[in-house]
């Protein structure tokens, strides 16, 4: 499985970005789909995940509410929409994806699959 990550820019705060994931494909149903983030001298933070059949989806506490995971059946595609973003949400974010069991999803060591990161700074 191949990801390729993209749709990082500049905001200012109370902005919106979408981030994409580009998947090679085809993608099992027990698939698990996630968005982890990394700041500067911080370690990697799990963000969302779902499954691919979407009969689960998640958030981290710190982006309820503000994010929203979803995915494109048609380019076998998931999204990351942020809205009210704040400078806090500053990172580098990548899409992963792995075969696990839904207790595993916030995990990024479980993840087998990376993309390649897409900056976003949101300035306050």
């Known amino acids: 499985v191949q990801l390729q990550a993209s749709g990082g820019g500049w905001v200012q705060a109370g902005g919106s970005l979408r981030l994409s994931c580009g998947t090679s494909?085809?993608?099992?149903?027990?698939?698990?789909m996630a968005w982890f983030r990394q700041a500067p001298g911080k370690e990697r933070e799990y963000v969302a995940a779902?499954?691919?059949?979407?009969?689960?989806?998640d958030y981290a506490d710190s982006v309820k509410g503000r994010f929203t995971i979803s995915r494109d059946n048609a380019k076998d595609t998931v999204y990351l929409q942020m809205n009210s973003l704040k400078p806090e949400d500053t990172a580098v974010y990548y899409c992963?994806?792995?075969?696990?069991?839904?207790?595993?999803?916030?995990?990024?060591?479980?993840?087998?699959?990376w993309g390649q990161g897409t900056q976003v700074t949101v300035s306050s």
């Open positions: 779902m499954r691919w059949s979407r009969s689960h989806i």
């Open positions: 992963a994806a792995s075969p696990l069991i839904w207790g595993a999803r916030s995990r990024s060591d479980a993840f087998r699959y």
């Open positions: 494909g085809p993608i099992a149903s027990n698939y698990i």
